[in-house]
């Protein structure tokens, strides 16, 4: 069993920027998927980032080039640095890891607003 916690979420003004963390704890031994998604009210969960194996990362369009996902083993956590943050960035995040059971944190708010 994995558990999952988020953290690093707030208020911040459009163009503004912030750092998520996801802390891990259990038996991540065999974790081969780490991701962040977020979701909006009203909307369906969407997937942001992801990084595998050796380091392979994968962005959707809507957050390529301003958001960056990265991780330390050593820690087992999972980072995703947010910038030039946008109102329709609001939402609440979350990650995500897989082996062969799948595992959420419980979330934390982003709100991007002036």
């Known amino acids: 069993q994995v558990q999952l916690m988020e953290s690093g979420g707030g208020l911040v003004q459009p163009g503004g920027s912030l750092r998520l963390t996801c802390q891990a704890s259990?038996?991540?031994?065999?974790?081969?998927?780490m991701g962040w998604y977020r979701q909006a009210p009203g909307n369906e969960r969407e997937l942001l980032a992801h990084?595998?194996?050796?380091?392979?990362?994968w962005y959707a369009p809507s957050v390529r080039g301003r958001f960056a996902i990265s991780r330390d083993n050593s820690k087992n956590t999972l980072y995703l640095q947010m910038n030039s943050l946008k109102p329709e960035d609001t939402a609440v995040y979350y990650c995500?890891?897989?082996?062969?059971?799948?595992?959420w944190g419980p979330g934390t708010q982003v709100t991007v607003s002036s």
């Open positions: 990084i595998r194996g050796i380091g392979i990362t």
């Open positions: 995500n890891f897989l082996d062969h059971g799948e595992y």
């Open positions: 259990g038996n991540t031994d065999r974790i081969t998927f």
